[in-house]
């Protein structure tokens, strides 16, 4: 399709361009509020699931750390944990990279340059949307397993 026709069927891309850049701002500022959500139960799970032990003993000095409920919450902290682990360190977030358009697009013309970049731009944004949807679905699970935790360690004080 020739320049002129394209630009006649796609008349907005002067004005879309303008989300191109802001759209990888937003994206970031989702993913660090996302990983800084992992990060913090983490270090909460972290504190609780040591502190209650120690506290429970301290009340009930019966309490024995070999304890088939108690390893079970430990086991449910570990995999907590390993998931956060994953959650953080897995994949990693699109963004746009000057050296390839320095490479492969300085030949087009402004309106064909825009009209690729916002294409780029929205492959980027879908991927990254999917990646904080895969850290939304981590958290859950971390919640879960917390939650398990919970119980065990719960059942653990209560039968001991």
Do not use: C
Not at 1 to 26: H, T
Not at 99 to 121: D, G, R, V
């Amino acid at each position: 399709m020739p320049l002129e026709d394209a630009g006649a069927r796609y008349p907005g891309v002067m004005q879309a361009y303008d989300f191109v850049i802001p759209s990888y701002g937003w994206m970031l500022t989702r993913m660090e509020a996302a990983n800084g959500r992992i990060q913090s139960m983490q270090t909460f799970v972290a504190s609780f699931t040591f502190a209650v032990p120690a506290v429970a003993k301290i009340l009930n000095p019966n309490l024995s750390f070999v304890a088939a409920r108690y390893l079970m919450a430990m086991v449910a902290f570990a995999v907590l944990m390993l998931i956060g682990l994953m959650a953080g360190t897995g994949s990693r977030i699109k963004l746009a990279n000057p050296n390839l358009l320095f490479e492969t697009w300085l030949h087009y013309p402004e309106w064909e340059f825009k009209k690729n970049a916002i294409a780029w731009a929205g492959e980027h944004f879908q991927f990254n949307v999917d990646l904080l949807q895969s850290k939304a679905n981590a958290a859950k699970w971390m919640t879960a397993f917390f939650l398990l935790e919970l119980v065990f360690l719960l059942a653990w004080i209560a039968t001991s």
